[in-house]
C-alpha cells in the first residue's frame, strides 16, 4: 500500500481533509479533487492506482446515480485502476449496483479509519495479484522523462536542482520531442512558487491580437466579443510560474510588448490604462537553436537577455546511450497498465532495434513506438517486428530523394506507397496485419495494392 496513489473525489472538503490526513503516510500520494467534472481530467494525467468515489454530489439528489455514472466513465477508460464507492447511505441496493458495474468495494460514511486502512489495503492487493506487475503506475509526466544514467543527463539534472530553487528566468532549448514542457515542469515543482499557480501558453499559436488578450487580458467592452472583464495569463500566474512555449515563434511587434511587461513588471489590459502589477518566475521554451534566435532579423537581443538569464540545452534522444533502453521499459511498463496487458518485457531482437535507430522525434517518437507495441503485440514479450517507428518521422528522415530532389517535394501518392509496401514486407505478406498497422480494412489496402501494381 506504500506505493500506491490514491485519489478522492467527494464534494465534503472536511472528508477530503481526514482522508488526506489519514492517508498521507500510508500511501504514496494522496489527490483529492471537490469536482467530478474534473475526475476524467486528473486520470489522463495522474498516475492513480485507486479511487475513492462518493455515490452522491448534489445535495438534493441522492439516488447515487451520479457516483455509477463516475463509476462506468472510469472502468470503461481505464479498467485496471480500482473504484472503492463512498455513501452516507449504506443500502444493499446501491452496493449490488455498484460492485455490477466494475466497483471493487464499498464503504459507508463516516467511515472508521481502520476499516478505510484495511478496505484499500485488500483492494491493492488484488491490484497487485491481477497485474503481476508493479504496485503502482508510472507517470508519464513531469520527472520521469528525465528517467537515465548517462552523464548528459546526469549534467541535466544537476543544473535543474541548481536553478530551480532560484528566480531567475530559465530558456529552455531542445529539438521537438524531447521534453522541454515536462523540464518546466519539473523546474515549477522544485522552486520556491511550486504552491503557487502554473501557467502555460503556446505563444507561437497566437496571432496579435490573441496575444495581447490572452497574456495581458481585457476590458469589457475592449473589442466586439469582450462582454466581461478577462484576466490574461500574466495575472493567472501572480505568485507562480508562467511558460511561454514556442517562444522563438513570436513576432516582432510580440517581442516588443512581451519585453515591455518584463522590463516594468506590469501589464495593462487591453481597454484599460491602468497598469496591474504581476509577480511571475518566467521560463521559456524553444526548438529554434541560439545562434538563428541571436539573429536580429528574427528575436530582439535585448529580449533574449530577458529571458535567459540561465539556457538549459535538453540533449536529444540519440546522445543518451542506453537510456533509451530504459525509457523503452519505463513506457511498457506504462502502458501494460493503461491497456490492461501483461507483456513481460522487450526480447533481444527489439532492444538492439531501440539502440541502433536515430530517434529523429526524440522521446515522442519513442513513446510512440512502445505504446504501439504494447497494443499490437500478439505475443507476451515485444519483438523486432512490433518495434516500429513513426511514419511521419521516416518519411521527413529516411527517405533519400533523388538528384537533388527534396523530400518534401515528394507526392503523398509515393508517401502511400512507400509506406503500404514497407508494412506488406514486415509482415511477410500478411494482409491482415499489414491492413491493420496503417489503420485500413483488408479491402481497403487491397484496392490501394491494385492502385500501385503491388
Do not use: C
Amino acid at each position: 500500500m506504500k506505493k500506491a496513489t490514491v485519489l478522492i473525489v467527494d464534494d465534503d472538503q472536511d472528508l477530503l481533509t481526514a482522508g488526506r490526513i489519514l492517508l498521507k503516510t500510508k500511501v504514496k500520494q494522496v489527490i483529492v479533487e471537490k469536482n467530478p467534472e474534473l475526475l476524467m481530467q486528473i486520470l489522463s494525467k495522474e498516475a492513480v492506482d485507486i479511487v475513492l468515489l462518493d455515490m452522491n454530489f448534489k445535495s438534493v439528489i441522492n439516488t447515487g446515480n451520479e457516483g455509477l455514472y463516475w463509476l462506468e466513465k472510469i472502468k470503461s477508460q481505464y479498467p485496471h485502476i480500482k473504484v472503492i464507492m463512498i455513501t452516507a447511505y449504506g443500502a444493499v441496493d446501491l452496493a449490488v449496483r455498484s460492485l455490477k458495474k466494475g466497483a471493487s468495494d464499498f464503504i459507508v460514511k463516516p467511515w472508521q479509519n481502520e476499516q478505510l486502512l484495511q478496505t484499500i489495503g485488500s483492494v491493492f492487493d488484488e491490484l497487485k495479484t491481477t497485474t503481476g506487475k508493479k504496485s503502482s503506475l508510472i507517470s508519464v509526466k513531469d520527472e520521469n522523462y528525465l528517467v537515465g544514467r548517462s552523464a548528459i543527463m546526469e549534467d541535466l539534472q544537476y543544473k535543474i536542482d541548481k536553478v530551480a530553487p532560484t528566480e531567475a528566468n530559465i530558456l529552455i532549448l531542445g529539438e521537438n520531442g524531447t521534453g522541454k514542457d515536462l523540464i518546466a515542469e519539473a523546474l515549477q515543482n522544485r522552486s520556491l512558487r511550486s504552491k503557487g499557480p502554473y501557467v502555460k501558453v503556446d505563444v507561437g499559436a497566437l496571432t496579435d491580437t490573441l496575444f495581447e488578450s490572452e497574456l495581458f487580458g481585457y476590458k469589457k467592452g475592449a473589442f466586439t466579443d469582450a462582454r466581461e472583464d478577462r484576466q490574461g495569463r500574466f495575472e493567472a500566474a501572480h505568485g507562480g510560474t508562467l511558460f511561454l512555449d514556442e517562444i522563438g515563434n513570436i513576432s516582432l511587434q510580440q517581442q516588443a510588448k512581451l519585453l515591455s511587461v518584463l522590463q516594468n513588471r506590469q501589464v495593462v489590459p487591453l481597454g484599460s490604462y491602468q497598469g496591474i502589477p504581476v509577480d511571475i518566475r518566467l521560463l521559456s521554451a524553444t526548438n529554434v537553436p541560439l545562434k538563428v534566435l541571436a539573429d536580429e532579423h528574427r528575436f530582439r537581443k535585448d529580449l533574449i537577455y530577458r529571458l535567459n538569464t540561465v539556457e538549459i540545452q535538453v540533449p536529444p534522444l540519440r546522445d543518451r546511450g542506453d537510456d533509451i533502453i530504459l525509457l523503452a521499459e519505463h513506457f511498457l511498463d506504462f502502458y501494460n497498465r493503461k491497456y490492461n496487458k501483461n507483456i513481460d518485457g522487450l526480447e533481444r531482437g527489439a532492444l538492439q532495434k531501440l539502440k541502433g535507430y536515430h530517434f529523429p522525434g526524440n522521446v515522442r517518437e519513442l513513446q510512440y513506438s512502445l505504446e504501439r507495441a504494447v497494443i499490437m503485440a500478439e505475443e507476451n514479450t515485444i519483438s523486432e517486428r512490433d518495434i516500429l517507428f513513426s511514419p511521419i518521422e521516416q518519411e521527413q528522415v529516411t527517405d533519400t530523394p533523388s538528384f537533388g530532389q527534396s523530400t518534401s517535394n515528394q507526392s503523398l501518392e509515393e508517401m502511400e506507397r512507400k509506406a503500404i509496401h514497407s508494412a506488406i514486407e514486415r509482415y511477410a505478406g500478411n494482409i491482415s496485419k499489414a491492413a491493420r498497422e496503417l489503420g485500413l480494412t483488408r479491402a481497403a489496402l487491397y484496392r490501394r495494392m491494385e492502385k500501385y501494381n503491388l
